[in-house]
């Protein structure tokens, strides 16, 4: 069965200061891979996602993440976190040619001035 | 419309009753899922339609619990004799493309926040 592990519960940054948000899965084949990111009483919004090909991803509001096969990871990273950041994020993953997703339990991200 | 909308945003239910939460979908969305988020925890999948066939109900907890889409647009998710361990956000999601993920991903709706008490 699919898993997906975020270590790390909470997270807090200095704005401006880089960010990673760590994230491994448990599955045989090759996965598709997504970060989505939630806010407040909203729905998950997708930052990114990994198909296949180029293994370093770029998303919207400046993230990127890199697919790792030998570490079964798939790691967040931002250069310079803004206080818009702060919010939960989610990664997931989904079988090849399959439909429904497996979320991470989640990373709360909080932004310090 | 321009998103996944659902209604009601919040619903709280005495233990016991029914419910009915309702998603509206991107229009021309052949996949629609239901998710159900507990407190602290990420998404976990509960069924999928492609149209108005349910194709995968592996992750509804009970038969308490009963989903529908009976023209392949919107959906709605029905909980019978709701119990406090129901009390969860449930999250819509919508899809252009069957089965594959290809380019575009989901689409997910606010949610519903169902509170049983």
């Known amino acids: 069965a699919q898993s997906v592990t975020q270590p790390d519960i909470h997270i807090t940054v200095s704005e401006g200061a880089s960010l990673e948000l760590r994230c491994n899965y448990s599955?045989?084949?090759?996965?598709?891979l997504f970060w989505y990111v939630q806010s407040p009483g909203q729905g998950l919004q997708l930052l990114l996602k990994?198909?296949?090909?180029?293994?370093l991803v770029q998303g919207i509001k400046g993230f990127e993440a890199e697919f790792k096969r030998s570490q079964s990871s798939f790691n967040l990273r931002k250069p310079s976190v803004h206080w818009s950041d702060a919010a939960e994020y989610f990664c997931?993953?989904?079988?090849?040619?399959?439909?429904?997703?497996?979320f991470g339990a989640g990373t709360i991200l909080r932004v310090k001035s | 419309g321009a998103g996944v909308s659902q209604s009601p945003r919040y619903k709280v239910a005495k233990r016991g009753q029914d419910v009915a939460l309702r998603c509206d979908p991107i229009s021309g969305h052949v996949s629609l899922f239901w998710y159900q988020q507990a407190l602290g925890q990420g998404p976990e999948f509960l069924t999928y339609?492609?149209?108005?066939?349910?194709?995968?109900k592996s992750g509804l907890p009970s038969d308490r619990f009963f989903a529908e889409r009976p023209e392949g647009s919107v959906s709605t998710l029905k909980i019978q004799r709701t119990q406090q361990e129901d009390s969860a956000v449930y999250l819509c999601?919508?899809?252009?493309?069957?089965?594959?993920?290809?380019?575009?991903?989901?689409?997910f709706g606010s949610g519903t926040r169902l509170t049983v008490v």
């Open positions: 997931a993953v989904a079988r090849e040619y399959g439909n429904k997703l497996v």
């Open positions: 990994y198909f296949s090909g180029d293994t």
């Open positions: 999601a919508s899809s252009l493309v069957f089965l594959q993920m290809g380019p575009y991903g989901y689409t």
């Open positions: 339609f492609q149209n108005e066939a349910q194709l995968d």
């Open positions: 599955y045989g084949a090759t996965p598709y």
